[in-house]
Structure formats: C-alpha cells, structure tokens
C-alpha cells in the first residue's frame, strides 16, 4: 500500500497563478523522495498542500489510508521540518524538542523519555538545558529534527531544511538526516532547490518545473536518462552537454563529427546530450575537440572548448595532462542522450 499518493493534485492560488500543475505519484512506506527544481517550479506548494498548509484546488490526497483533503494539518499525523527552524527562542532545546507532545496532553513522564530518546539519537544530551541562541546552526537543526522525531509521525516533511548552513554543514547534515530516515525508515518529503542534495539524499527523485513533474526516478534513472533537457542541465555540476545535432549518413552528427551509429535513413535535426565525464580523452579517438580552457577545480578538472563547432565540456582526472588545442577522444559506450529538438523530449 502506497503511504502517500496522488491524484491529479493542482494548484492554482487565488491570484490566478497556478502554481502546480496537475500531478499524480505515490511514494511508497519508508521511502525518501526529493522534490527538487529551480525557485519558483512549485516544489513548496506541493509540500505545503501534502502538509494541509495549503488548500488544494484539484484531485486527491491519500496518506495511509485516508484521503486528507480536508484534514486539518494537526490530524494528518506528519511532522515539518522548516527552513528556519521555527524554534522557541525562550525555552530549552529539552522544551522545544517536547512543546508540541505538551500542547497534545502527554504525559509528562512519557514526553521525558521521548526528549531523552531523541536527544540521545540527535547527540544532543549536552545541550538539552541551553536555549537556541546558545547553538550553532547545525544544532539547531537538530533540534527541529528531534521536535520532529518526538511526533513518531507517518510522515516527514522537510522545506530546504539545511539552505542556511554554510556548505561544509550542510554536507554533514545531509548524511544525518538521510542515515536518521533509513534508522526510523518514516516515509519522508524533502524539497530541495539543490541538484547535489537530491542526488545525494532520495531514494527516488521527483524533478519540477514551471509546476510540472519532469520526472520522477531513482537518482541514477535522472542522472543517466534525463526525460527532457531540462532534466539533463538542471541535474549534474557541470550539466550535461546539450548540442545541436543531425541524423545523417547512418549516423548522429554534431557538426561534421559522428557521436553514434543509428539506423540509416533517419534524417532532421535531433538534440544531442553528453556528459562531461563521459568523454574519455584517447589519442586514437574518433571525435576530434577543440579546447580553448582548462578549469582547475582540484580533484578535477574540467576541459571547456568546442566540437563540431557547437560549445562542450569534458571532466578528466587531476592527474590527466592539461590540454588546451586539438584533443582527441573517445565516448564511453551507451552514453549519448538523444532529444526531439523542440519539445526538448528524450527519444
Ligand atoms: P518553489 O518552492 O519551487 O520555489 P513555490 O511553490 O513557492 O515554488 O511557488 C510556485 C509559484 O507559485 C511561484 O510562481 C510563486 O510566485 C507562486 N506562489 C507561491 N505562493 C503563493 C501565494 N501564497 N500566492 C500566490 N502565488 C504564490
């Protein structure tokens, strides 16, 4: 049974925009799906209408066994995870992490043992007796996801929770909050604007834009075959190499140069993607590029320069030699992405 569906769920605020477009997916008991997408494609609505925060214009929402459309957010039994912590700046890290069990009537001796078990979990036993402002940023984190945790919700939801650390943080907090989701195994939400986020954290990726689902896959799936270009640029530093390229002579052709053997006869014009890493400099190579600059990037390094007259990027190693001018390489086997240019949609 699917923990969390949808059904044609939309979104249309009452300023005429509409914010999400129909949508339909189900996320299954204990997975860990991402939401993610450039600022503005609708991402926080969606969670915010799975939330209750938000009304929804259009279709059905299921969490568990109950359609919640009209359930009040306080009786889906989910638990948020905000952005800006939302924390009580006058009480403890051991009253925030219980306030909401309080204001529920638990018993104050089973809202102890709850605080104690989280805190434990969340390595926050040395701060229980401090108040938000005697934290750092990812302490405080943490306590918003113990407030979380207390809850024993169905359902975690969490908006851009880490968007305010600083980067080294945010990495650490990632692994956190992705091994604590496997420890509890709660089905969780996660909106991202940050490709490396959903990369890193879901289980399965759900990629928005401009109110539309993308896609939806596994991160390999997205990463490896993108549904559309969008996909293909938005998910991957550097994105995938996205060229202007033709059927011709039984071959894809970028410029004068064949990328890929297809069955003869196919003529017009096709949208060829390539990543970066996926170019393998050989001096006895097929494609010839022309790079005009090396990025230094430490453990890497990226080639920028040109093939078949049409802008490329190639991601070589740190010990591979710095090549600017005529370099010669190969494509690793399966590797090239096809799109029908126009509605930019993989073939
Ligand atoms: P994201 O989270 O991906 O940045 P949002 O879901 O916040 O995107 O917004 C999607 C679209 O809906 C945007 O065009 C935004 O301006 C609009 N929007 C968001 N909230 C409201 C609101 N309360 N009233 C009207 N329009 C809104």
């Given amino acids: 049974m699917a923990q969390v569906s949808l059904s044609n769920i939309a979104k249309v605020y009452p300023t005429g925009i509409q914010a999400v477009q129909p949508a339909s997916f189900d996320i299954p008991d204990g997975e860990f799906v991402v939401l993610v997408g450039p600022s503005g494609c609708g991402k926080s609505t969606m969670l915010r209408m799975i939330a209750g925060l938000e009304e929804i214009s259009e279709g059905t929402l299921v969490i568990g066994d109950r359609i919640v459309n009209d359930v009040d957010p306080a009786d889906r039994d989910i638990a948020m995870v905000f952005q800006n912590y939302a924390l009580y700046p006058h009480m403890t890290v051991r009253k925030n992490i219980g306030y909401g069990l309080k204001n529920r009537k638990i018993p104050a001796a089973v809202i102890d043992e709850k605080v104690k078990a989280a805190s434990a979990m969340l390595n926050l036993d040395d701060y229980l007796d401090r108040k938000p402002s005697q934290l750092s940023g990812g302490q405080r984190q943490r306590v918003a996801m113990g407030r979380a945790i207390v809850r024993d919700p169905t359902l975690f939801l969490f908006d851009e929770p880490l968007s305010n650390l600083d980067a080294k943080l945010r990495n650490q907090m990632r692994i956190e909050i992705k091994a604590l989701q496997r420890r509890l195994g709660v089905t969780s939400v996660y909106v991202t604007h940050d490709q490396v986020e959903a990369m890193t954290m879901a289980d399965r990726i759900i990629v928005m834009n401009a109110g539309r689902i993308e896609q939806i896959g596994t991160p390999a799936e997205v990463y490896n075959t993108p549904a559309t270009t969008f996909v293909a640029s938005f998910m991957g530093a550097p994105p995938m190499n996205l060229m202007e390229g033709r059927f011709e002579g039984g071959a894809v052709r ?14 017009g014009k096709v949208t060829v993607g390539i990543r970066p890493e996926d170019i393998v400099p050989d ?42 001018g005529a370099l010669r390489a190969t494509l690793k086997p399966n590797v090239v992405s096809l799109f029908a240019t126009g509605t930019g949609h993989r073939l």
């Fill in 283 to 324: 001096a006895n190579g097929p494609l010839e590029l022309d790079i005009a600059l090396v990025e230094e990037l430490g453990a890497h390094r990226l080639l920028h320069g040109a093939i078949g007259g049409q802008q490329i990027s190639v991601h070589v190693g740190k010990d591979s030699p710095v090549f600017t």
């Fill in 254 to 267: 970028v410029g004068d140069v064949a990328v890929m053997a297809v069955p003869s006869g196919q003529t």
